[in-house]
């Protein structure tokens, strides 16, 4: 019996659509690889599995189910008719976290055991001031000075705390990256009419708002000879929503641009309210000098689902400024805040949130409070250096 000959041009038609589709499918495939290598490996990975849906007749699925789905549902012709319905009740379960997850938390602080104190006298914004320390180590891991407020579920040993942490400064290159994720968060000036606000506690008035501490810290740093960039960038302004995703890309870009970055330092500004819902300031008595703004370090972790294996790595780095600030300003430091969100400190092994002070401080006690933080962790870090 004699094969129905294929015209030449019909053959060559199907083979350009055989080879269009297999590109489409290696595009979609390798389309989150940044190297030769990843995209092979994702290629090999994701093989077997487009074969088992080309026999399934279901390579390119509209409604998101998997192939043991689509496998198990086609032995019950009453549960395939149903498929759309099946389609929709999947997509009804919770997402599973991604890179793209926006983290948009805004801090508004409830202390766990932080007895306030009588403040010391401080500049009269007409904001009521309190020093907040803790007391009682009930809900705290306390690891030599600090204390640790832990939100996560991973517990804490005092031998991985005490454990130097890894990131070095080097020769070569701007080393601190400092920036502001909430770049228009503001204090309280003392009898200012002229600032234009921009929301409750917000300002792009660089003199009041967090962008002033960050110069402040970028000139402790630059004096002591560590070169460190500084983006003055409002990340929240004019949208708040997705803040942490444009300033991560920013973070990203930095790195590419200047791989000898070792520490990355986003500077926040807290906000502390009273059980009746007023704000008030937090401030610390620093001999010679008068009143700063408290300072607390958040660090984040992986226990939002999203990847940062190298969280205790900032933690450590974390308990090593605290330790070494509260030796020399025992009221300057509130706890450490380990949280479940990672903050984008999954950039580097160095990275920290810094909160200085809250809403009700002065612009001058946030000032002062981030060069006696700068200070501090520059001492940390060349005596870690020189150790070397």
């Known amino acids: 019996m004699k094969r129905p000959r294929i015209p030449p041009g019909l053959l060559r038609r199907l083979e350009a659509i055989v080879l269009a589709a297999g590109t489409l499918w290696a595009v979609s495939v390798t389309a989150g690889s940044d190297t030769a290598a990843s995209a092979v490996s994702a290629l090999w990975e994701s ?6 849906r080309w026999e399934l007749g279901d390579l390119w699925p509209r409604d998101g189910l998997s192939p043991a789905a689509v496998l198990t549902i086609g032995e019950s012709p009453l549960l395939l008719a149903a498929r759309p319905a099946v389609a929709e009740l999947n997509t009804l379960r919770e997402p599973e976290p991604t890179e793209e997850t926006g983290e948009e938390e805004e801090f508004v602080t409830v202390p766990v055991e932080e007895t306030p104190l009588d403040a010391p006298s401080a500049v009269d914004n007409g904001v009521a001031s309190k020093t907040l320390i803790p007391t009682d180590p009930s809900g705290y891991t306390v690891c030599g000075r600090t204390y ?4 996560t579920n991973y517990p804490l040993s005092l031998s991985d705390l005490q454990q130097p ?4 400064l080097s020769e070569d290159g701007p080393q ?3 920036l502001h994720t909430h770049g228009s968060e503001a204090y309280t000036p003392a009898g200012d ?12 008035d660089t003199r009041c708002n967090v962008v002033r501490v960050g110069d402040e810290m970028a000139e402790v740093f630059g004096a002591a000879g560590i070169s460190v960039l500084h983006d003055r960038t409002l990340y929240d302004y004019p949208s708040y929503a997705g803040a942490y995703d444009r300033s991560l890309v920013a973070i990203q870009s930095y790195l590419k641009q200047y791989p000898s970055i070792r520490f990355i330092l986003d500077v926040h500004r807290d906000a502390i309210e009273d059980g009746q819902g007023n704000q008030y300031k937090v401030v610390s008595a620093i001999d010679g000098e008068g009143t700063a703004a408290q300072l607390s370090i958040v660090v984040g972790s992986d226990g939002s689902g999203l990847t940062h294996p190298n969280w205790m790595e900032n933690l450590r780095l974390a308990v090593a400024i605290q330790e070494n600030a509260l030796a020399k300003y025992p009221t300057l430091m509130r706890p450490v805040l380990l949280r479940n969100s990672r903050y984008n400190q999954h950039a580097t092994p160095g990275s920290l949130l810094v909160e200085v002070g809250s809403a009700g401080n002065s612009p001058e006690e946030a000032v002062l409070a981030g060069r006696l933080f700068a ?5 940390v870090l060349q005596n870690q250096s020189s150790g070397d």
């Open 47 to 52: 093989l077997p599995l487009s074969a088992l």
């Open 148 to 151: 640790i407020s832990n939100s």
């Open 165 to 168: 942490f890894a990131t070095r």
């Open 176 to 178: 601190i990256l400092i």
């Open 193 to 204: 009419e002229s600032i234009v606000w921009s929301g409750d506690h917000r300002t792009t």
């Open 375 to 379: 200070e501090r962790m520059t001492e």
